[in-house]
Nanobody, 124 residues
């Protein structure tokens, strides 16, 4: 079992930056591939970015490539989402998720553990 707690959300102007953090506790963090998803108002939860459990390979949704970057620090049991050049359409609740596998995926159903979410609001 692993518990996930997101932080770092807030209100930012378009073009600005935020860094989200997801702190994990419980079993060995490095055993888990991690991902960020988001849910915009009235929309289904969607994939944003993922990283395999060994630091290295990352995956991004096309809509965020070059702007939102996932990275992890296994020594700190934390995964991050660096968000630059934010747009109003990035406004959403952002969730981190963990999967006990060497490989991250794009699919919500593949992730066993979820955080409670953190709100990001981008004003235009």
């Amino acid at each position: 079992q692993v518990q996930l707690v997101e932080s770092g959300g807030g209100l930012v102007q378009a073009g600005g930056s935020l860094r989200l953090s997801c702190a994990a506790s419980g079993r060995t963090f490095s055993s888990y591939s991690m991902a960020w998803f988001r849910q915009r108002s009235g929309k289904e939860r969607e994939f944003v970015a993922a990283i395999n459990r060994r630091v290295g390979t990352t995956y991004n949704a096309d809509s965020v490539k070059g702007r939102l970057t996932i990275f992890r620090d296994n020594a700190k049991n934390t995964v991050y989402l660096q968000m630059n050049s934010l747009k109003s359409e990035d406004t959403a609740v952002y969730y981190c998720a963990a999967r006990n596998s060497a490989w991250a995926t794009f699919e919500l159903k593949d992730y066993e553990y979820w955080g409670q979410g953190t709100q990001v609001t981008v004003s235009s």
